[in-house]
């Protein structure tokens, strides 16, 4: 490892206050200095513990903030006070050392010892104490490895069931041999299916130097700064709260300082088979009617003791709940412009103003918020509000063209004024995502042909601004947040197992079994109908007649049959509607996750047509709720409680 020196420190220390707006040198940019150095010591000890620089670096610019490019308050670039104590201390351990010069040991342990500094406070909430941190850098060698990196080469097999759903790269490989380090082997068993996000989930089983057998986990591999997220959520949200055999999150996870993926593992109960299974996967051996039960009799018990029935009353404006699950109200490719006069984009949002713009017109928008950086693409996605909850993540506008190399943006902070064109707009891309599904109707027309006893529905393209705006009392508890059939495992005598934890949050307690409910539609009810519109419309009508017995009496069994799950988790709904029979607010749910499945390129295209159809009977069936004299109930003289059907 080559020796670092403190002008070399200093060089990258500047060039992030600079880039900062601070123009001092603060604690926080020495450190930052430290970790941009390649082969650095401070490099080195942080991605041991599976962390990467650019998230550490990340966190650090958010809790201190940027400061305004246009007031600098004194000459020079100085030293803060308390850098200037570190600076102190560092020079005092490296006369103890003998070394002429302060050097990146020195200086990583003064900031370390002075206690009290950002790059401390923040490491410490990402699990790294200053304790742990001191005993590393105390056993640190000459040379840093990751312990990875000291293991003979890692074999990996596959066992005879495995279909990779997506492709299994280099990266795939590398982040095993992060996470199995000590093994002599793995085996990766199968490939989970049924997600809708470009992560990897796999069922690994590690292989000992004698050919024994350790217990299967379940492996999710993604790129970094999801992994890095999911794990701190899983210790704010989720580890406190799970029933006590369930899938836990084993060690810290894995990064590469070569690539932008990550992994971590989940230990797991396997099934009388040895390894795990996802619900899309046991479902052959449940049945439909099997299924059902165990969502309502298992699932929901199991998880819902300390989730989903822990519910609180909770108003709340649709936006704040599930615009983000829509494409970016804009994309924008940036500019400088600093015309005053531009239209601009500002809370409280006017989305009647944003209707009107079209492509190449000039906007600026005001006081957004980073959500999400991504610096191979030079480009950023803003946020209306603070913070990483879903309420705060309403509007993105994602932007275009950036400098990243040049400019320092990074999550949480917040955007006082930028300029751009307009690339897309939300409509737009609804519009083109339909328009691959190569509708049998006019995509632009407010009405598209209905189900079986409605004669049309309303188009959710042009309803779903109304919906946005519309008010809900509903009930508020921990969430999953991406609750599909991937994401539930089943394990020994069928118990339920939850993993994934990235979305989860405490959130409108529907909105998990909205999404349970389309993706039940896609992968187990879409294969039995069919892949054209007219099958979806045919799923959907049946679906609509078991609210009336008069209604799906007539129908045969084998069509009913694999609806029987998502009447399953319409008697859960039935359970948490926060007013007794008001399903508006389980429609406004439907509504909504159904419109965005239906641009989910990772879905079946039979899939997305079903669930752009779903969206468009909860539309048509909120739209019913609102006339003089309607009720919002299902069980009037000729409905019944969707238990009579599993």
């Given at each position: 490892?080559?020796?670092?020196?403190?002008?070399?420190?200093?060089?990258?220390?500047?060039?992030?206050?600079?880039?900062?707006?601070?123009?001092?040198?603060?604690?926080?940019?020495?450190?930052?200095?430290?970790?941009?150095?390649?082969?650095?010591?401070?490099?080195?000890?942080?991605?041991?513990?599976?962390?990467?620089?650019?998230?550490?670096?990340?966190?650090?610019?958010?809790?201190?903030?940027?400061?305004?490019?246009?007031?600098?308050?004194?000459a020079?670039?100085p030293?803060?006070?308390?850098?200037?104590?570190?600076?102190?201390?560092?020079?005092?351990?490296?006369?103890?050392a003998?070394?002429?010069?302060?050097?990146?040991?020195?200086?990583?342990?003064?900031?370390?010892?002075?206690?009290?500094?950002?790059?401390?406070?923040?490491?410490?909430?990402?699990?790294?104490?200053?304790?742990?941190?001191?005993?590393?850098?105390?056993?640190?060698?000459?040379?840093?490895?990751?312990?990875?990196?000291?293991?003979?080469?890692?074999?990996?097999?596959?066992?005879?069931?495995?279909?990779?759903?997506?492709?299994?790269?280099?990266?795939?490989?590398?982040?095993?041999?992060?996470?199995?380090?000590?093994?002599?082997?793995?085996?990766?068993?199968?490939?989970?299916?049924?997600?809708y996000?470009?992560?990897?989930?796999?069922?690994?089983?590690p292989?000992?130097?004698?050919?024994?057998?350790?217990?299967?986990?379940?492996?999710?591999?993604?790129?970094?700064?999801?992994?890095?997220?999911?794990?701190?959520?899983?210790?704010?949200?989720?580890?406190?709260?799970?029933?006590?055999?369930?899938?836990?999150?084993?060690?810290?996870?894995?990064?590469?300082?070569?690539?932008?993926?990550?992994?971590?593992?989940?230990?797991?109960?396997?099934?009388?088979?040895?390894?795990?299974?996802?619900?899309?996967?046991?479902?052959?051996?449940?049945?439909?009617?099997?299924?059902?039960?165990?969502?309502k009799?298992?699932?929901?018990?199991?998880?819902?003791?300390?989730?989903?029935?822990?519910?609180?009353?909770?108003?709340?404006?649709?936006?704040?709940?599930?615009?983000?699950?829509?494409?970016?109200?804009?994309?924008?490719?940036y500019?400088?412009?600093?015309?005053?006069?531009?239209?601009?984009?500002?809370?409280?949002?006017?989305?009647?103003?944003?209707?009107?713009?079209?492509?190449?017109?000039?906007?600026?928008?005001?006081?957004?918020?980073?959500?999400?950086?991504?610096?191979?693409?030079?480009?950023?996605?803003?946020?209306?509000?603070?913070?990483s909850?879903?309420?705060?993540?309403?509007?993105?506008?994602?932007?275009?063209?950036l400098?990243?190399?040049?400019?320092?943006?990074?999550?949480?902070?917040?955007?006082?004024?930028?300029?751009?064109?307009?690339?897309?707009?939300?409509?737009?891309m609804?519009?083109?995502?339909?328009?691959?599904?190569?509708?049998?109707?006019?995509?632009?027309?407010?009405?598209?042909?209905g189900?079986?006893?409605?004669?049309?529905?309303?188009?959710?393209?042009?309803?779903?601004?109304?919906?946005?705006?519309?008010?809900?009392?509903?009930?508020?508890?921990?969430?999953?947040?991406?609750?599909?059939?991937?994401n539930?495992?089943?394990?020994?005598?069928?118990?339920?197992?939850?993993?994934?934890?990235?979305q989860?949050?405490?959130?409108?307690?529907?909105?998990?079994w909205?999404?349970?409910?389309?993706?039940?539609?896609?992968?187990?009810?879409?294969?039995?109908?069919?892949?054209?519109?007219?099958?979806?419309?045919?799923?959907?009508?049946?679906?609509?007649?078991?609210?009336?017995?008069?209604?799906?009496?007539?129908?045969?069994?084998?069509?009913?049959?694999?609806?029987?799950?998502?009447?399953?988790?319409?008697?859960?709904?039935?359970?948490?509607?926060?007013?007794?029979?008001?399903?508006?607010?389980?429609?406004?749910?439907?509504?909504?996750?159904?419109?965005?499945?239906?641009?989910?390129?990772?879905?079946?295209?039979?899939?997305?047509?079903?669930?752009?159809?779903?969206?468009?009977?909860?539309?048509?069936?909120?739209?019913?709720?609102?006339?003089?004299?309607?009720?919002?109930?299902?069980?009037?003289?000729?409905?019944?409680?969707?238990?009579?059907?599993?």
């Open positions: 490892m080559a020796d670092v020196t403190l002008r070399d420190i200093l060089i990258n220390a500047r060039q992030e206050s600079f880039r900062m707006h601070h123009y001092f040198l603060g604690v926080e940019h020495l450190f930052i200095g430290m970790l941009e150095i390649q082969g650095g010591l401070t490099r080195s000890l942080i991605e041991s513990y599976g962390l990467t620089t650019e998230y550490v670096i990340d966190a650090i610019r958010r809790k201190t903030g940027k400061g305004t490019a246009t007031q600098r308050m004194f020079g670039m030293y803060t006070p308390r850098a200037d104590m570190v600076m102190s201390i560092a020079n005092d351990l490296s006369l103890e003998k070394r002429s010069e302060i050097g990146e040991r020195e200086l990583f342990e003064a900031i370390l010892e002075e206690n009290d500094n950002i790059p401390v406070r923040v490491l410490a909430r990402l699990g790294l104490t200053s304790t742990a941190l001191r005993e590393a850098l105390t056993n640190s060698t000459a040379k840093i490895k990751n312990p990875a990196q000291l293991q003979p080469l890692l074999e990996v097999d596959f066992g005879a069931d495995f279909q990779p759903v997506t492709p299994f790269s280099d990266d795939h490989y590398f982040i095993l041999r992060r996470l199995f380090h000590g093994y002599s082997r793995v085996r990766v068993d199968r490939q989970l299916t049924g997600g996000s470009a992560s990897s989930v796999l069922a690994v089983t292989i000992n130097g004698d050919s024994t057998q350790d217990s299967p986990v379940v492996v999710k591999i993604d790129h970094a700064d999801t992994i890095l997220d999911e794990a701190q959520r899983y210790e704010a949200h989720v580890k406190s709260t799970l029933p006590p055999l369930t899938a836990r999150l084993e060690d810290k996870p894995a990064a590469s300082e070569t690539t932008d993926m990550a992994g971590l593992k989940y230990t797991f109960i396997a099934d009388s088979n040895g390894t795990p299974q996802d619900l899309s996967i046991a479902a052959a051996e449940m049945g439909y009617e099997g299924v059902g039960k165990w969502i009799h298992e699932l929901y018990p199991t998880f819902g003791k300390t989730w989903w029935m822990q519910r609180r009353p909770y108003r709340f404006q649709v936006w704040t709940e599930y615009d983000w699950l829509l494409p970016p109200l804009l994309t924008l490719e500019t400088a412009d600093n015309d005053a006069n531009i239209p601009t984009i500002k809370d409280p949002i006017r989305r009647d103003k944003i209707k009107a713009l079209e492509y190449g017109d000039p906007v600026a928008i005001e006081n957004f918020t980073v959500h999400r950086v991504h610096r191979d693409k030079n480009s950023m996605v803003l946020t209306i509000g603070r913070g909850e879903a309420a705060k993540r309403a509007y993105k506008i994602e932007v275009r063209g400098n990243l190399a040049q400019d320092a943006h990074f999550r949480g902070e917040v955007i006082e004024r930028l300029t751009g064109r307009v690339w897309k707009t939300r409509d737009e609804l519009l083109m995502a339909l328009t691959e599904l190569v509708p049998d109707f006019d995509p632009h027309a407010l009405t598209i042909p189900v079986a006893g409605i004669s049309s529905l309303p188009n959710p393209l042009s309803a779903y601004p109304d919906l946005l705006d519309r008010y809900v009392n509903g009930s508020l508890s921990k969430i999953h947040g991406d609750l599909h059939l991937g539930i495992l089943v394990g020994h005598n069928h118990s339920a197992f939850l993993i994934d934890f990235a989860t949050r405490s959130g409108h307690v529907l909105f998990d909205a999404c349970l409910e389309i993706s039940l539609l896609d992968q187990i009810a879409m294969p039995e109908f069919g892949d054209d519109w007219a099958a979806a419309r045919q799923a959907i009508g049946i679906l609509a007649a078991t609210r009336h017995p008069s209604a799906a009496a007539v129908l045969p069994r084998d069509q009913i049959a694999p609806i029987l799950p998502i009447a399953a988790v319409r008697d859960v709904v039935n359970d948490c509607l926060t007013k007794d029979g008001d399903w508006s607010e389980y429609f406004i749910a439907v509504a909504l996750c159904g419109l965005r499945a239906a641009t989910w390129d990772t879905m079946s295209p039979r899939g997305r047509r079903a669930a752009f159809i779903l969206s468009a009977y909860a539309v048509h069936e909120l739209s019913q709720r609102q006339k003089p004299g309607s009720a919002d109930t299902f069980t009037n003289d000729d409905e019944t409680d969707a238990g009579d059907l599993v």
